[in-house]
């Protein structure tokens, strides 16, 4: 047994033991589910009419210690389905679970007990309370979550805890979270005035302003730049689309309860589009090609729309409403490894831009559950094979990820890691050998036969908002010259110097530099300290002796000292980084 699998046994135990305490500190609360998660743990707890806060924690989480000093144990046995309901008769959430299992054909469950406290559980778990050092773990927060995440369910309440391997992971980690809420995204997107969300419009659909739409299409012109290079092709698609679509695609099945309806006034159904693929099928499909046609290439940037549950909405990360630089290659099987690796092309020219580096995992299907998927093992094992190739080819620092497929075929998602050390999923390559089939798309090879073609889907940011919030985050604001929305501000000392500021931005503006002028009845000071909380990369101060020079005064971001430089110099320096994206 490796160490992450270790670890994820400590985290499920250690929820137990969160349950343990609860039942002595609360004996009418009843238990949902306990699983072990990234970083730590949960359990959905009912408390019945107690009301709990942050603030009790620390007497569950001292409560959760003394059973561990105690060694408490944990240990395994089973009940045959009709005993295990009898133990449930008082306990309303294990009953409904073990009712599920018993429908599903079970008929003998597993038990652990640690203390005076029975869960019903597979396990594994820890052997005794020894086995946690002290100080690995703690009790963060509470949150609301709905039971088996259905809004029509009672709401319980969610404690969440940390856990790792010991007291120093766990201060690391601690350390990085304190890093984290100084990045946040959502609060630094108002300071930057990025974007903003509004009640009327609705959760989860964010309204981007001037300097945020700015970014995204600075970012949206690079990836065109690396695609068009490359042989893509601009198109364009509506936002809605009959469900016949979606049925035929396989879309409908898999994400009907995420779609946003629509009914027309004669009675016929459309769905906002999740996902932009079905749609470039049809676009292949308009007319008949000849495989000296193929590769067809399409490129994309364009909205989705998919009904997130509100608990699940958080800033950028996860919202309703979103864009992806979606592109779509139709091509023969033989040549689906060369657009791969053009598109790994893309993909190594893009983040390195960033600072980021990349490692990729292999997203497999899941063997035991073929029903999860459509198409035949022949055509997977065909598409997994070449990837694996792939993956040869480029010597790339890879790791498997068995059940990470989409449901039409594998791929390879490309992982990158943030300046605090969180890891990302970021862009993905999928090879498809079965929408192709659905819609019966082809091409006319050689010997004048119809020959199945393959498709491949690849989104470099992915989605526009989430790649923006990890950006943000990753550079806590402090973009690169050329993707600040304002490269330069110019501070006027005071109103004699106003006008000669305007002539320079205007200077700087025909050169193709952002400029704005704070012209605010403040002190330098003051001014300075804002442009810094705006993380502009350059602050140009504007006294008389700039007015009477040719040189220009410049303090960088995050520097507290100025430098003197020529204008042509400046105006250069700023061209240049913006240009080869420095």
Sequence with gaps: MDRTEQLEIKRHSLAHLLAAAVSQLYPDAQFAIGPAVDNGFYYDIDFADKKISETDLAALEEKMNELIAQDVT????????????????????????????????????????????????????????????????????????????????????????????DRKALAGYLVMLAEAEKRDHKKLGKELDLFAFSDLVGSGLPLWTPKGT??????????????????????????????????????????KEELFRITTREGHEFAMKPMNCPHHTQIYARRQWSYRDLPQRYANTTACYRDEQSGELSGLSRVRAFAQDDGHVFCRMNQAKEEFLR??????????????????????????HPEKYLGGAENWDKAETMLKEILATKQADWFDGVGEAAFYGPKLDFMVKDAIGREWQVATIQLDMN?????????????????????????????????????????????????????????????????????????????????EIDEADETVGNKIRQAAVEKVPYMLVIGDKEVNSENLMVRDRGSRETR???????????????????
Aim: hydrophobic share 40%; net charge neutral; with cysteine.
């Design 214 to 255: 700015l970014m995204r299409n600075l970012l949206d012109d690079f990836v065109w730049e690396l695609r068009r290079a490359r042989g893509y092709e601009k198109v364009e698609i509506p936002h809605i689309t009959k469900k016949e679509l979606y049925e035929t695609s396989g879309h409908w099945d898999k994400f």
């Design 74 to 165: 944990f240990v395994r046995s089973e009940k045959n389905i009709d005993e295990a309901l009898t133990w449930a008769a008082d306990k309303p959430y294990k009953q409904e679970i073990l009712q599920d299992l018993k429908a599903q054909g079970e008929t003998t469950v597993s038990f652990y007990q640690c203390g005076d406290f029975v869960d019903l559980c597979t396990g594994p778990h820890i052997k005794s309370g020894k086995e946690i050092k002290l100080g690995s773990f703690k009790l963060q927060r509470l949150a609301g979550a709905y039971w088996r995440a259905d809004e029509k369910n009672k709401m319980l309440t969610r404690v969440y805890g940390l856990a790792f391997e």
């Design 343 to 368: 598109i790994w092309e893309i993909i190594h020219e893009f983040y390195p831009t960033f600072g980021f580096s990349l490692r990729v995992r292999l997203s497999t299907h899941d063997q035991k």
């Design 435 to 515: 929408m192709p089939e659905r819609f019966d798309l082809f091409c006319i090879n050689e010997t004048g036969e119809k020959e199945r073609i393959v498709m491949i889907h690849a989104a470099i940011m992915g989605s526009i908002e989430r790649f923006m919030s990890i950006l943000i985050e990753h550079t806590a604001g402090n973009f690169p010259v050329w993707l600040a929305p304002v490269q330069v501000k110019l501070i006027a000392v005071g109103k004699d110097h106003i006008e000669y500021c305007h002539k320079l931005a205007g200077e700087l503006n025909l050169a193709g530099i952002r400029t």
């Design 564 to 582: 003197e430089i020529g204008r042509e110099e400046f105006i250069a320096e700023v061209i240049r980084k913006s240009k080869t994206r420095e």
